[in-house]
Nanobody
Framework: VQLVESGGGLVQPGATLRLSCAAS????????VAWFRQAPGKQREGVTC????????FYPDSVKGRFEISRDKARNTVYLQMNSLKPEETAVYLC?????????????WGQGTQVTVSS
């Protein structure tokens, strides 16, 4: 299983970015997928997740109304649309999935993509 994030970059406050998490070795359709972010010196923080069962999504208050997670089944990719970005959201953004392997849960993380929000 491999997860590859892309789409990060340097943007100004208020800008928009769309991150991608492309998977190989697993069909993301069958699993809930989450996005996390980690800023230097801070704990890893959950940003959003999308359920495998009904596509329901969850967002913490800090990003609700500005971020949106979605799936593209044909591309086996999960996206994170981020609007109205703030400087404090500068971080490495990572996607995460737990895959059942012979009945055992295994965690997989991508390598992350850097998002820098600065004027």
């Amino acid at each position: 299983v491999q997860l590859v994030e892309s789409g990060g970059g340097l943007v100004q406050p208020g800008a928009t970015l769309r991150l991608s998490c492309a998977a190989s070795g697993v069909s993301l359709d069958f699993y809930s997928v989450a996005w996390f972010r980690q800023a230097p010196g801070k704990q890893r923080e959950g940003v959003t997740c999308i359920s495998s069962s009904d596509g329901s999504t969850f967002y913490p208050d800090s990003v609700k109304g500005r971020f949106e997670i979605s799936r593209d089944k044909a591309r086996n990719t999960v996206y994170l649309q981020m609007n109205s970005l703030k400087p404090e959201e500068t971080a490495v953004y990572l996607c995460y999935v737990v895959v059942m392997d012979d009945g055992e849960p295994r965690e997989y993380w991508g390598q992350g993509t850097q998002v820098t929000v600065s004027s």
